[in-house]
């Protein structure tokens, strides 16, 4: 099972819906989930379309969207 990230954790603490964060940064619903999950690590387009729909929480963000990379990166070191 896959542990969540932070960035579930930072949209509903701004009280978005997957389907209107999907929308602002041009992916689908399923992309997002999956993001959200850990099991997808996403392009660098959407990295930074999130970073910028997100303003000022840019550290968690990118937190979010690395932390499953160093992870796994730690799990084969």
């Known amino acids: 099972m896959?542990?969540?990230?932070p960035?579930?954790?930072l949209r509903e603490a701004r009280g978005f819906t997957q389907?209107?964060?999907?929308?602002?940064?041009?992916?689908d619903q399923g992309?997002?989930?999956?993001l959200e999950a850990g099991s997808h690590m996403p392009r660098?387009?959407?990295a930074e379309a999130l970073v910028k729909y997100?303003?000022?929480a840019t550290t968690r963000v990118r937190f979010a969207?690395?932390?499953r990379l160093t992870h796994d990166l730690g799990n084969h070191i």
Do not use: C, H, P, Q
């Open 44 to 46: 660098k387009e959407t």
């Open 31 to 34: 992309t997002l989930s999956k």
């Open 54 to 56: 997100y303003g000022s």
């Open 7 to 9: 960035l579930k954790k």
């Open 65 to 67: 969207m690395f932390s």
């Open 2 to 5: 896959l542990t969540e990230t």
């Open 19 to 27: 389907a209107e964060v999907a929308t602002a940064v041009d992916i």
